[in-house]
């Protein structure tokens, strides 16, 4: 998960998310089939912490992942996986053929650290997200008889760095398998044994705006109007409790509630940036928006407040400048599909209960994953995977100092997202 900000939103409690969770929870209609998955997970269990911590004891950065992809390329060669390497960098995509008519449904797990004051470190969780993944890969292979279509497990470098899924997307991995549908899941601080998505964003899209003028006059003025203009977007009080991301996961405005406060929103950072080159002037501000409609209307109403300005009329008309608009970060953003993502947390919630959770809000600290790119040309879902025990004070918050993880989410992962799969291959 790349973080542009540090902001963190502190989750110290998640029990009024009961508020959000599918109330209904019974046998799905592959009720042996899960059972079969949860008793090979657990037989399994300790064979994957032990992955996860040798992982972990090796990061490696974003372009550098050598040693972690032989390692998931030899885990699934074992196991009897049909093996591709090396799309896009250092990918490994394994693939269950079940040589029977079906779907091809993808799940995609990154492998890739960040850099720490030591030099690299698993402070993001992508070494439990592999671990899952292999985990997923072992019990469903084991199931293969039963199944149908084919399973593809996509094993993604430089995650972090943002070009991970597009330079595989480029250098031809939809040649190379075609599925329908495609998975993936991200560490949270939430408790483990949670998972949550929702359809639509799940993190608020985040630009860096750029306002360019031309043969500028009086360029204090220029930049004192840009930075009015972009400051004017935001539609959050400063007084909102909207700024307090413990509210997050407050069951009354946080994320769980329909009416959330965390929804249609646009807020702006207060840093600005100005760069002043020959005749051209540039003033940068960094702006997220709740949803794509918000978004596309910013060119439309940066206008507007500039030519609404008191001073924007005779001010042009002295510096007779041109002005123009673009944006120098545009990120691709996690688009959930909203009838994939509703079925999944559906027969997810049948299997496991309260345990699944559904979200309404979105998250707007300048999160976001590159698995947004995968995401517009194949239909699918991202999700979030507990992975905190607050009682003992391991608190899973992607890329703080302090990141800790409760290994118990591997088996989770493994239930949840193996059963998953299952049932969208539609046996």
Known sequence: MKSITSGIFHVILLCSLALISFQEAGAADNAFIHQQIQQKTSAIYSELVAVRN?????????????RTASKIAASLTALG????????????????????????????????????????????????????????????????????????????????TYTGARAMLDEGFLTAVQPDEFYAAHISPMPAGLVASK??????????????????VEPEATIALAKQSIMSLQSVAKESPFW?????????????????????????????????????????????????????????????KMADSEFAASFV????????????????????????????????????????????????DGRGDDFAYFQQHI?????????????????????????????RVIEYGVNYFSSLLVERLGL
């Not at 995609?108 to 899952?132: L, Y």
């Not at 239909?379 to 993880?405: C, E, Q, R, W």
């Open 54 to 66: 040798n992982l972990h004891q090796h990061p490696e950065l974003s372009g550098e992942e050598q």
């Open 81 to 160: 996986l049909d093996v591709i390497r090396d799309i896009g960098g250092h990918s490994v995509i394994g693939v269950i053929d079940t040589g029977k008519p079906g779907k091809s449904v993808a799940w995609r797990a990154d492998i890739d650290a960040i850099p720490t004051a030591e030099g690299a470190g698993h402070n993001c969780g992508h070494d439990i997200h592999t671990t899952v993944a292999l985990g997923m890969a072992e019990v469903l292979y084991s199931l293969k008889s039963q199944l149908t279509g084919k399973l593809i497990f996509v094993f993604q470098p430089a995650e972090e």
């Open 199 to 216: 359809a639509g964003y799940l993190y608020a899209d985040y630009r860096q705006v750029n306002l360019v003028f031309n043969n500028v």
């Open 244 to 304: 307090n991301t413990a509210n997050l996961m407050d069951p009354t405005i946080g994320l769980g509630n329909p009416d959330t406060i965390y929804q249609n929103y646009v807020v702006v950072e207060s840093r600005f940036d100005v760069e002043h080159a020959g005749e051209a002037l540039t003033v940068s501000g960094y702006v997220s928006a709740s949803n794509n409609e918000l978004m596309q209307l910013i060119n439309k109403r940066l206008r507007q």
């Open 317 to 364: 008309e002295v510096n007779n400048q041109s002005t123009q608009l673009t944006y120098s970060l545009q990120r691709g953003n996690i688009n959930n599909a909203a009838q994939l993502t509703e079925q999944s947390l559906q027969s997810m919630a049948k299997i496991y209960g309260g345990g699944v959770l559904k979200l309404y809000g979105v998250i707007p």
């Open 379 to 407: 239909p699918g879902t991202y999700f979030l995977l507990g992975g905190s025990d607050f009682s003992k004070g391991i608190v899973a918050m992607p890329h703080a100092p302090n990141f800790a993880v409760d290994e």
